[in-house]
Nanobody, 120 residues
Framework: QVQVVESGGGLVQPGGSLRLSCVAS????????MGWYRQVPGKQREFLGS???????DYSDAVKGRFTISRDNAKKMMYLQMNNLKPEDTGVYYC??????????????WGQGTQVTVSS
């Protein structure tokens, strides 16, 4: 079994910062690329950014310059540093990981999400 769990969400004022974490655990043979997504009620899940196993990150235009993705392969963790947060950043943040578990092909695993609320 593979689990992906996000943490670190909460309430923050506009202009503030927050750091989210994502950890993968279980029967993991190889942890490939990982990504962060955000969803608000009534809208589709939105891609925010991703990071390769080698550490190359890319971002959506909505968060480029404000958010930074990093990872620690030894700990099987990924982080999302969010700075200069805006009310429109409010939503449930999800982690997705591409993992080779028991099979030969990688599968996509999602966390349960963590709520981020940006409000004064």
């Amino acid at each position: 079994q593979v689990q992906v769990v996000e943490s670190g969400g909460g309430l923050v004022q506009p202009g503030g910062s927050l750091r989210l974490s994502c950890v993968a655990s279980g029967r993991i043979f190889m942890l490939h690329d990982m990504g962060w997504y955000r969803q608000v009620p009534g809208k589709q899940r939105e891609f925010l950014g991703s990071i390769s196993r080698g550490g190359t990150a890319d971002y959506s235009d909505a968060v480029k310059g404000r958010f930074t993705i990093s990872r620690d392969n030894a700990k099987k963790m990924m982080y999302l540093q969010m700075n200069n947060l805006k009310p429109e950043d409010t939503g449930v943040y999800y982690c997705k990981a591409r993992i080779v578990s028991d099979g030969m092909l990688p599968g996509e695993y999602w966390g349960q999400g963590t709520q981020v609320t940006v409000s004064s």
